[in-house]
């Protein structure tokens, strides 16, 4: 059985020698070749020094570099960490900061952009491009050089040289399963994204979990649309590669590009997030281009009714699964297809490894329809926050169902939202604990939002972001108090498209005499959640002529 990621790859290139791994393009590689191109990437790491549990950070959109990088750092013992392609410079100097990177791979035109931040990451002491590096090119401190050793480059069907790659296998760090084996970045609800350190065993078993009830098999061709810097999106590569399937690599303008891609490759399976299933939904299919899928899944936020029977026309051979999980514990519910219609708007029940619980504050269980707390118990509960014991505290905590007397060793995750069980345990989400915006599947910290505000403008006094349903998904809206004039919302809101990547940005700034405050003094936003519930819904009836 595989310990690490890399021994999950070894093995398939083993049993599926002749089956396409990656789609990227117009290119293809298979299992073997790509089991190579990991060598190589793997072999080039450690000569630039790389040890067990160093990070390596990996800041490029989908391409094959991208997959060689994260299998080849898990090849080393060392730790991967997926950057997501969409940040802005000061977001991944946070990563870069906060995780002590040593080796960052990206590419020529990224490493530009990040020109001005990279003097301020003192760990970080290699850049490997994607492209080729200009002999002696230095970036503050930096070494930067190829990803790809100028011996191994691949050949026109992609695989790297044989005699290279047999004779330079690397040699594996991770010695059991509860290694590290990932950091991803994910936000808080106050504060800079945390990173949840994820343990060989949490990625093996969460592969094996989906993989079980999605009844994945080698001749599946899954559609990888989410970033890989989000749990989501990686687990379309684990449950592939454990089972044999292949990947079809992709990065869309337009929402047509993912039609002609479903069609091609006969794509079995997608993954996606509400909005990008509203945008699905509105694509034009041509007759049969859909027929091929036989599964969708759903995470991130909850499928609107509506937005389902969509789909399920569109994608008439398909099964949907709705699933919940959390990055901190990877997946933890789903609801099987046949229960769709008995039981609507439920988020299922625990998927396979994993027990989920419903708790009062002192741990004890709650009972039939009694919100609580959702727990998540098992494997796939990570490692916690990396350099964060305080907030790792606040979440890990106690295991309701350890015996009294037994040492804790294993401690469970506190979700923060407040969910209840029906009589037969199916589980529905009721809201969050936290004031945590959750939008496009991502978890958006108010207080990240907040802060870019501020900086724009000194007058102002109070800011408040929230997360507003506009009957697809959480839109951030932002409300603002200043002691200056009227501010030019417009100019502030290009202004933040640049400090904040696409899925951060405000739909609406408004601007109002003063803030509602508590007792404490502090910015009441129940009130002005409560105020603006219903705000982007009113706006889409008012412009569509439909009465409030």
């Not at 790859?9 to 049993?15: P, S, V």
């Not at 994260?70 to 900061?97: D, E, R, S, T």
């Not at 010695?175 to 970045?185: C, E, F, Q, R």
């Amino acid at each position: 059985m595989a310990k690490n990621l890399y021994q999950l790859l070894q093995h398939a290139q083993q049993a599926f020698p002749q089956h396409t791994a990656l789609y990227f393009k117009d290119k293809s590689l298979s299992y073997p070749e790509l089991y190579k191109q990991v060598n190589a990437v793997a072999n080039n790491l450690q000569q630039q020094g790389v040890k067990r549990y160093d990070r390596v950070a990996v800041y490029l959109p989908k391409q094959f570099e991208t997959i060689y990088t994260i299998w080849g750092a898990n090849a080393c013992g060392a730790v991967f960490v997926p950057v997501n392609p969409a940040l802005k410079p000061v977001q991944v100097q946070h990563i870069l900061q906060d995780c002590n990177v040593r080796v960052l791979v990206t590419s020529k035109d990224r490493l530009a952009s990040l020109a001005e931040v990279l003097a301020d990451c003192p760990d970080l002491h290699t850049i490997l491009l994607t492209d080729e590096a200009d002999a002696g090119q230095v970036a503050a401190h930096l070494a930067v050089k190829p990803l790809m050793p100028a011996n191994n480059k691949p050949d026109d069907n992609g695989a790297p040289d044989e005699h290279y790659t047999q004779q330079h296998k690397p040699h594996s760090g991770a010695v059991t399963d509860s290694d590290m084996a990932a950091i991803l970045y994910t936000s808080g609800s106050t504060g800079k994204p945390k990173g949840v350190v994820l343990s060989q065993r949490n990625m093996l078993v969460g592969a094996s979990s989906v993989a079980s009830y999605l009844q994945n098999h080698s001749d599946d061709v899954i559609l990888a649309l989410l970033p890989l810097s989000f749990d989501y999106g990686l687990s379309q590569l684990t449950t592939a590669f454990l089972t044999g399937a292949s990947v079809v690599l992709l990065d869309f303008f337009l929402v047509q590009d993912v039609v002609r891609a479903v069609a091609r490759h006969k794509v079995t399976g997608i993954a996606a997030v509400p909005p990008l299933w509203a945008q699905l939904a509105k694509a034009k299919w041509p007759d049969g281009s859909s027929d091929s899928v036989r599964y969708l899944t759903n995470s991130g936020g909850a499928m609107p009714q509506a937005l389902l029977s969509q789909l399920q026309s569109i994608f008439s051979n398909a099964e949907p699964y709705l699933m919940y999980g959390l990055t901190e514990a990877f997946r933890s519910t789903y609801l099987p297809p046949a229960d769709l219609a008995r039981k609507p708007g439920s988020m299922g029940k625990a998927i396979p490894n994993a027990e989920i619980l419903v708790v009062r504050e002192d741990g004890s269980l709650c009972g039939p329809n009694e919100p609580g707390e959702l727990v998540h118990r098992g494997p796939l509960v990570s490692l916690g926050y990396w350099n964060s014991p305080e907030k790792t505290a606040e979440r890990f905590k106690f295991d309701p169902m350890t015996p009294a007397g037994i040492q804790l060793t294993s401690p469970a995750v506190w979700s923060g939202d407040t969910v209840k069980a029906d009589e037969e345990g199916y589980l529905y989400f009721i809201g969050r604990r936290d004031e945590m915006i959750k939008t496009s599947g991502y978890r958006v910290s108010p207080t990240e939002v907040e802060e870019a505000i501020y900086r724009l403008d000194p007058a102002l006094v109070d800011v408040a972001a929230m997360g507003i349903y506009d009957g697809v998904d959480q839109a951030i809206l932002v409300v603002v108090a200043t002691s200056g004039s009227d501010p030019d919302v417009n100019s502030w809101q290009t202004q933040l498209k640049r400090s904040l990547p696409n899925f951060m940005q405000p739909k609406t700034i408004l601007v109002l005499d003063s803030l509602p405050k508590n007792a404490n003094g502090k910015i009441d936003r129940k009130s002005l959640a409560s105020q603006y519930q219903d705000y982007f819904l009113a706006s889409n009836n008012s412009m569509t002529g439909a009465s409030a």
